[in-house]
């Protein structure tokens, strides 16, 4: 496979993302699926680019992008695991609503 043929299939991953958060305006786990997505997409672009132009950076830069992805999910799925045992229920439309 060449270099145009990996970009494209970053871009599908990434579009795929973009259309989750859009089109997915009620279930938050799918929302943070999609940002997941859209990370990975990001990281792929990184590895790609590290590896066409023979530089490490790129492979470093996904590595801290990959911790900080991980970080994000446990605090968000922490977060909506205390939030459903209060509520009993997930839904961005209530979620909105809450006030701090």
Do not use: C, P
Not at 60 to 72: D, H, N
Request: proline share 0%.
């Amino acid at each position: 496979m060449n270099l145009i043929q990996y970009l494209t299939f970053s871009i599908l991953l990434f579009l795929i993302g973009i259309w989750g958060l859009v089109l997915n305006n009620k279930n938050i786990i799918i929302m943070l699926m999609a940002i997941e997505i859209m990370l990975l997409a990001v990281n792929f672009n990184f590895i790609i680019f590290s590896i066409y132009l023979d530089d490490l950076i790129g492979q470093i830069f996904s590595l801290y992008i990959l911790t900080v992805a991980a970080a994000e999910a446990a605090i968000g799925l922490a977060i909506l695991m205390i939030y459903f045992r209060i509520t009993n229920e997930i839904s961005i439309h209530k979620i909105i609503t809450l006030k701090g």
